[in-house]
Each structure stands twice: as C-alpha cells, then as structure tokens.
C-alpha cells in the first residue's frame, strides 16, 4: 500500500506530494512543527501537543489553519490510512509560499500544512530495557526555544555527536547546567530521591511528555524540584532519564562516559515508564 501523506487539504500519496521551492519552510525554517505518538491505535497526548502547536503558531504569527477538533480528526485518519498502531504522526505548518524576501509575505497569504506519519516500535523498544547511554555537548541554539521551530540545525549537530559517540542522545549544556536533550526533556533523580528537571522558561521546549510524567511523579509521592542542574551534578545521579513524544520515558545509564547509579535502569525511571505506557494504552491520554 501506498504510504498517504497530508498536504494543504489534501490525501495524497507520499510519491506525488511536492512543496514549491519558494516555501518558506525551506528558505527560512519559517515554520512550526509537532510530533505525537500513536499506540495500540491511540493518540497520546494530543490535545497537550495541538495547544503547544496553537501558542507556537502565535508567537511566530503564523494563523492556525485549523481547529483542535479539525487537527484530531486529520491526525485519525492519517493513521488510518496508513494502518498505523504504533508510530508517530508529524505535523508541520509554514508561513507559506512567497517571494524569497525575509520580511513577512503579503497578509492573506496561505500557510503550507504538511503532516505524515512513522512506523516505530515505543512500547517494547529494547532501549528502554537496558537504558541508553548519552554525551553531554554545548547548546548552541537561539534564545526561543520555547518555541517549537523547524530550524533545528543546533539540534542536528547535537544529534550527530550522539551519533558520533555511538549512544543514543546528546544533552545539551549552558554555562555548565543542562538545558534538555537534542529532542527530549531530561530529569535526574538525587540521592535523596528528588525528581529534577529545568523549569520551563525560554532556554527550553515546553515538553509535553514531561509534564505528563511530573504529573505522574508527583501521584506516586516523588518529590519534583524544577531548577537548573549542572553536569556534574547529573554525573552524580543516583537515576537519570529523558522524555518525548517518541520514546516516552528512556532510563540513562551512563553520561558521558560515566555510570548513572547501578548501571541499569532504575526503579524510579522503569515505574514511570510504566505507568505512562498503561495510561497510553487504555486511552486515558488520548483525546476527548
């Protein structure tokens, strides 16, 4: 079957779907994206990942081209018709097509609206079995990272460095604290059993899945602190983990070459991952 992709209101398939070069999405990463997980046929989150992409669009005044109600019932059938369980479903919205000039394009002019969907194993990734390693490498990127930009050059090399290194995720360091990971939230558990993670400002993305499992972590009694924490410090954790969309909960058992606790994934990051699984799974963080 052929792979279905959205664009500007159209199903069409993967092979015949074109944007023009005067998009301003490949001119400028002008332009927003979202990326939400599907499992067992459910939506994960959706509602939190459209209200992140509605204040994206905002801040950049790009107009949203449609409603949380018309995005989730897109999203539906995405999925579909691509027969999609378990995977990811991609949303991408540009300021349009236009003469390539850096100021904003005329008023009225039509936003490009491209989504797809990706087939990848979340639930039983072995990953999360045997915790991932990750490299801790500079933050390079602007002062909006609040925002859910397209422009993802910094993220990229970042990637590419964990690559490099041959482990699973670079996180991201500045003035010595870390801000996140290339595409995820990161958290430490202390020794004293405190669950860390940044507070939210414009050094970094507003996670969704990380606020998700802060809600969790608090259920389960954990204390949540929301302040910076260095490298260091990190080195020193007794547990560590990253969040997102596409991995969930994924327990960390070395930084940069030094073991995090035990060495295996911790009982803290395991029963968090859990939970969020089965909450995805019965549909309690699908939509309404």
Known sequence: ???????????????????????RGFLFADGIYEVAALVDGKLVDAPAHLARLDRSLREIEIANPYSSD???????????????????????????????????????????????????RILGAPAAETGVAVVTVPDLRWKRRDIKSVALLAQVLAKQEAARAGV???????????????????????????????????AILPGITRTAVMHLAREMRLVVEERLFSVEEAHRAKEAFYTSASAFVMPIVKIDDRTVGAGTPGPVARRLREVYIALARDGSLASA
């Open 1 to 23: 079957m052929s792979r279905t992709v959205f664009l500007n209101g159209d199903f069409v398939p993967y092979e015949e779907a074109r944007v023009p070069i005067m998009d």
């Open 70 to 120: 018309e995005w989730m019932a897109l999203m539906r059938e995405l999925a579909r018709r691509n027969d999609l369980g378990e995977g990811l479903v991609y949303i991408e919205v540009t300021r349009g097509v236009a003469e390539r000039d850096f100021a904003f394009p005329p008023a009225g002019t039509t936003p490009t609206v491209v989504m797809f969907t990706q087939a990848k």
């Open 168 to 202: 699973a995720e670079a996180w991201m360091v500045e003035d010595g604290m870390v801000t996140e990971g290339s595409s995820s939230s990161a958290f430490i558990l202390t020794a004293d059993d405190r669950l860390v993670t940044r507070p939210l400002s414009n």
